[in-house]
């Protein structure tokens, strides 16, 4: 990944899992209450207005009843006055003259006891009934079930809606039967007055379900079989509201009055609107007021809480960033006009970085104390060692055997290149390690030196990679280096000089020292002083000595072992690190 990316990626995490993220998380959960008790009330003014609706199509039911009654009974009258007549002259003739005056009666027929047309009000409408003795309403009022009936009458030019009266005798005897043919345009069910909705439709049924009156649209159709079910006799209680589905498809509240004395209803119909549905026609109280209320306490409370906590916080935040880098002189002045609890805060970190700046100036006055100590102490090593190497000097002069006057020699020069360990360290920046480039140049220089008065000139070249390493694992470098240098003044340079090339290496995890001389070669040797000492000092820093022949022809002496880890540095602060 990135790290541009990574860095985005960092504070993004940061802002969410942050205390604005979590407190606006937990006030938009705690202020939900202001959308339930919305959509509560929503739910309570939806309901209220369908039992509204309901109600008011019940009252339209009824009233539609009473005015379809009215037309009836007007009929009926008709009919009961014009029944003791019997088949008078010229019957024909008289019913076409009633039906001329009176506008609510499409149409007049007489009929016998045996079903028979005796006259109608249109002598070519005569054949209109056909033969009615089968007819469920002629047997009713031929039998006295009933005194009158309506019912539907359909034949090749259309349907009309018929009133029939049962005539009697003097003595009460089946005289035969009146029907009054009533246009059904004359029936308008009434809605007046009544806040119904615009797609209501109303229509008269019997109890059969069938329609008695032309019906627009697809509210009452065959594929709306509760309507028979529940306009049966004896089955459909008084103010009850049916909620179905139309023939349309759609839900609708269906409310039914039903004519005095007779199998015939008055049914209205409005669409039953969902929760939902009305929601979306009533947005602004459904959504908008509860949202809006939500939204503005939110806001509120999240103005307040930046106002009053999460500023103060990044100020304090800002201020300890700038002591993470060290600089305690800045003081949080501003926070005395914060809250009680950012004060105290606030005077907290400012405690803190009053004890920090003096604990910091006591412990670099000690640091300052051990260090010039130390410095001290490595001084005092280095002379005690010079002065070591100086009686072992005076020691290797009165000598008289050689190999004796060797060994002293051999020990003398490592005792110097201890010394100038110490003289190294006390004379460096930093008094706990020493930079191998230099502390390297100046070993060999030494070595080259002091054998430079006693034989030929030898010519000296060194290569090497700054390392700061400290004085445990410098010693058997140094001393390793001491034995090599030796050896290549023993066996490559004697009584001939040369030239010698130190390289100092590091490869990462490991580093390599190499001692190469231009001499004739030597053979391997596996036993000796010197060989102990080079491969315990390998040993000590953990790798290996080698000697291998040159592309020179000479000889190059190896050491490969692991880099010592370098001081430990400063950690960045956090606000270095988010820059």
């Known amino acids: 990944m990135p790290p541009l990316l990574r860095k985005w990626l960092g504070r993004r995490q940061r802002r969410v899992e942050g205390i ?21 009330q929503v739910r309570g003014e939806y309901q209220q207005q ?66 028979t047309v005796l006259c109608a009000s249109h002598e070519k409408e005569v054949a209109r009934f056909g033969d009615v003795r089968d007819s469920d309403w002629f047997k009713a009022l031929a039998q006295g079930r009933s005194t009158s009936h309506i019912f539907l009458q359909t034949d090749a030019e259309g349907s009309q809606l018929a009133l029939a009266y049962r005539a ?69 209680e008084a103010g009850a509201v049916l909620r179905a589905k139309g023939a349309d498809g759609v839900n609708r509240l269906y409310a039914a009055a039903k004519l005095e004395n007779q199998n015939v209803y008055a049914v209205i119909s409005a669409p039953a609107a969902s929760p939902w549905f009305w929601a979306q026609t009533n947005p602004i109280r459904f959504l908008m007021l509860p949202l809006a209320a939500w939204l503005t306490a939110f806001a509120a409370a999240m103005l307040a809480s930046e106002r009053i906590v999460i500023r103060w916080l990044d100020y304090l935040d800002r201020i300890a960033a700038i002591y993470a880098r060290g600089r305690y002189t800045i003081r949080p002045v501003q926070a005395e006009n914060a809250p009680l609890e950012i004060r105290h ?32 102490i490595h001084h005092r090593v280095k002379n005690n060692l010079q002065i070591i190497s100086s009686l072992l000097s005076m020691q290797q002069r009165v000598v008289e055997d050689p190999a004796a006057r060797a060994a002293l020699g051999d020990t003398r020069q ?45 010519k000296s070249s060194i290569e090497a990679d700054p390392l700061s390493i400290d004085p445990e694992k410098l010693a058997p470098m140094a001393l390793w280096l001491v034995e090599a240098v030796s050896n290549a003044q023993k066996h490559a340079f004697a009584g001939r000089g040369g030239e010698l090339k130190v390289r100092f290496k590091v490869n990462g995890k490991t580093s390599t020292l190499e001692v190469e001389d231009d001499g004739p070669g030597m053979n391997d040797v ?5 060989v102990t000492l080079m491969t315990a000092f390998a040993k000590q820093l953990r790798g290996t000595a080698t000697t291998r022949k040159a592309d020179s022809g000479g000889t190059i002496a190896s050491l490969v072992f692991e880099t010592p880890a370098s001081p430990e540095t400063a950690v960045p602060s956090r606000s270095e690190q988010d820059l």
Request: hydrophobic share 45%.
């Open 526 to 530: 596996t036993s000796g002083v010197g």
């Open 20 to 40: 604005r993220a979590r407190l606006g998380f937990s006030m938009a959960l705690s202020l939900l209450p202001f959308i339930l008790l919305g959509l509560i």
């Open 345 to 376: 805060l606030a005077r907290t970190m400012d405690e803190l970085a009053e004890n920090i700046t003096r604990r910091d100036a006591a412990l670099t006055e000690a640091l300052h104390e051990k260090d010039a100590l130390l410095r001290e």
């Open 168 to 236: 009697t005798r003097p003595l009460g005897g089946f005289d035969g039967v009146l029907v009054a043919v009533i246009p059904t345009s004359i029936f308008s069910l009434s809605t007046q007055d009544i806040p119904l909705p615009p797609d209501t439709q109303t229509g008269l049924f019997d109890d059969q379900g069938r329609a008695l009156t032309p019906i627009k649209g697809l509210t009452f159709g065959q594929s709306f079989p509760p309507l028979k079910n529940w306009l049966k006799p004896h089955s459909h």
């Open 50 to 115: 369908t039992t509204d609706l309901k109600a008011d199509l019940q009252l339209a039911a009824e009233r539609s009843v009473r005015e379809a009654e009215s037309a009836f009974n007007r009929a009926g009258i008709l009919l009961s006055i014009i029944a003791p007549e019997g088949q008078a002259f010229d019957c024909n003739a008289r019913l076409n003259g009633l039906v001329n005056r009176i506008g609510e009666v499409e149409a007049l027929y007489r009929f016998g006891t045996d079903g």
């Open 414 to 458: 490592r005792i110097s290149a201890l010394a100038l360990i110490y003289r190294t360290l006390y004379q460096g920046e930093d008094v706990r390690h020493a930079d191998a480039e230099v502390f390297l140049t100046e070993l060999v220089g030494h070595l080259v030196a002091s054998e430079s008065l006693r034989g030929p000139l030898v």
